[in-house]
């Protein structure tokens, strides 16, 4: 597990986006190229809102057959959007492994303090994948927490945060 968290940490600061995706579960990186190809729908939540809207900005000529959701991610890596220095105090506690041995969970440190979720894992192919599904209602509650304190609706927030995203 600290194998998969160090090499996804590491991948992102050196702005390798394939290394990093192969560092997460099929299910995460199945639903990521889901969310970012399918049609919009206004019940959505806000994050899968967010990451549709961006992939659209970040896709010039719109998404075509044989798209990847690393392309996207990759553009925002090379935009310095993820730097060594908002990652470097970012490590894992101690695993507790689930009975059936395929599944276990690290709580997330901050320089050494804990902090408020736990980051999932479970084995694939003999390998300790990361499971971030259960990241998504923490980014919602972000958001949300995001657009109370900048006193904005939520089509507000979405057209500042995307238009932070950089073009291609």
Known sequence: MQQAFDGFKDSLALAHAHEALNYLDQPTRDYLQQIATKAPDPADPELVILIR????????GGIQPGFTIEK???????????????????????????????????????????????????????????????????????????RTVKNQTEAQQLERLVDAVPNP
């Open 53 to 60: 809207r961006a992939v659209a900005k970040l896709t010039p």
């Open 72 to 146: 996207p991610l990759q553009r925002v890596l090379n935009a310095g959007w993820v730097t060594p220095a908002d990652l470097g105090g970012l490590t894992i506690g101690p695993a507790t492994l689930a009975a059936d041995g395929t599944h276990a969970q690290a709580e997330a440190l901050w320089e050494g303090a804990p902090s408020t979720f736990q980051l999932q894992f479970v084995r694939e192919s003999g390998a300790w994948k990361i499971d971030l599904f259960n990241l998504l209602p923490i980014a919602d509650s972000a958001l949300t927490m995001d």
